[in-house]
């Protein structure tokens, strides 16, 4: 998937191929960035191929802002299940939300999820699937696992379009991607 | 639309209706809420039903996070407009991008715009439509439209699912909503 002497790395899902555009991080080499964000025809062939990698029984969707929300959106509407989204920052209407730290020590930063109280209700009872762009450390995964069983639903499986990383996680997901290139 | 004595708001977009929460902001009173997020069937309904509405001659549109995401996604993939989107905060990744403040009083903070290099770079040369999910005074419309400008753009239109205050700014929208019920 690499091109010796590039700076970008060529990705296909399904039939659409993008070069994704790479950063240089310090000194560890440059890292393939997935967006999302302001790319329709690539989120839309993500969601149908994300879409029979559904575990049986899942019910619900959560996801996390910002970069999935195009694809939750697509995979929510292509596979009839609804979907909530958790937030990173406290939003003045939140009533009762559950709030999260994410364990992650790649960041370096610590970063809070937050679930607005309604939409808690909505998880409670439910087998529900984590759905991400991308998981790297899997730190994210597992505060909006937790959240899962906080608002009382079960987690039934973690989807996500990219593994970017060396995640501990049972991920489901349709390509790995290098931490580098 | 308002249901006296009720504390939601009834809206119907297309054959989809939905009774709005709302949260009580100070002594004003209650304010409706749109929720495009984690409602992908409300979110289509919008999207087709702006569809007619995007101003002749649109070759782009452009939009800001958070909640206009998934509404954004679906006009584009409806209509084959390409989108960009703005955030608003400096991602690591940003190469050379565009800073633009948002000129507003309602939030009591100032806001900042970030629009990456080569997103700037996309809208050159084209005729940009905004689109967003609600606009209030219509400083991040202008905020927005201010992106376009620099990043050699010009602006088409202004497209919302729904107006929610007094903006001055020539905006085509599918409802109004009350400012507080």
Do not use: C
């Amino acid at each position: 998937m690499t091109f010796p002497g590039s700076q970008a790395l060529r990705v296909t899902v399904g039939d659409v191929t993008r070069e994704l555009p790479t950063v240089r991080v310090g000194a560890v080499g440059r890292v393939p960035l997935v967006e999302f964000l302001g790319d329709s025809e690539f989120t839309n062939a993500a969601a149908e191929a994300m879409l029979p990698l559904i575990p049986p029984g899942t019910e619900m969707l959560l996801t996390v802002v910002t970069n999935a929300l195009p694809l939750a959106h697509e995979l929510s509407d292509r596979s009839g299940l609804p979907y909530v989204v958790a937030r990173k920052k406290r939003r003045t209407y939140m009533q009762d939300p559950l709030i999260q730290d994410v364990p992650s020590l790649t960041l370096g930063v610590a970063e809070t999820l937050w679930l607005d109280g309604p939409h808690a209700a909505r998880l409670k009872g439910k087998r529900v699937t984590i759905v991400q762009d991308v998981v790297a450390s899997g730190g994210t995964a597992q505060a909006l696992a937790r959240l899962v069983t906080r608002a009382g639903g079960t987690v039934a499986g973690y989807l996500a379009a990219f593994k970017q990383g060396d995640s501990a996680l049972p991920l489901i997901y349709l390509q790995e991607l290098p931490q580098t290139i």
